[in-house]
């Protein structure tokens, strides 16, 4: 039985945080899926260049039983295209206010806030860090987001940290899943 205090499905054994398992992985995108470079060509449109690696990774967490959001506070077809070839179908593009769309992902996936981890690089960023249960900002992070991450990668936004963050992820889960 659950400990007075710990959340349900969070670990209760002495030594370890109540945290629970990770269900939902949420992604910023521009400094996080890319470098962060703006791209326009000729006629004007803008273009992102991903890592395959980070791609590899989603499968990875979705094969795992994972779930997987995006939320922008651009819009770009290129997002839309990566999503749909990821098969990540909670995606929410020119979001001003990243609180309540992050509350609404959770929801319809059926996860508390506590069982998300969001993925951030920039201030608009921060309210759903602070709501989800594991923040985790990238490499080349603003400072003042990289204070409120549980965890920080080592490898920048668009060079594989999200490879690093779904091994993070997933070697957390491991030890929920034997300790509860
Ligand atoms: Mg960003």
């Not at 945290?19 to 995108?29: G, R």
């Not at 991903?50 to 997002?79: C, E, L, M, N, P």
């Amino acid at each position: 039985m659950a400990r007075a205090g710990v959340p349900a499905g969070a670990c209760a054994v002495a030594g370890y945080p109540a945290l629970p398992v990770i269900k939902l992985l949420i992604l910023d995108v521009d400094g996080v899926l890319t470098g962060g470079e703006l791209t326009y060509d000729e006629r004007g449109c803008l273009t992102k260049t991903f890592h395959v690696q980070d791609g590899g990774a989603i499968r990875s967490w979705q094969k795992a039983g994972g779930r997987v959001a995006i939320i922008s506070g651009r819009t770009s077809a290129a997002v839309a295209e990566r999503a749909r070839e990821l098969q990540i179908d909670l995606v929410a593009q020119g979001v001003g206010d990243k609180l309540p769309v992050f509350e609404k992902f959770c929801r319809e996936a059926g996860v508390s806030a506590a069982e998300a981890s969001f993925v951030g690089d920039d201030l608009l960023d921060i309210p759903p860090m602070r709501r989800c249960g594991y923040p985790i900002a990238v490499a080349n992070a603003v400072p003042a987001v990289k204070r409120e991450a549980r965890y920080v990668t080592e490898r920048r936004g668009g060079a594989g940290a999200i490879g690093e963050v779904v091994r993070r992820l997933l070697r957390h889960n491991a030890t929920r899943d034997k300790c509860c």
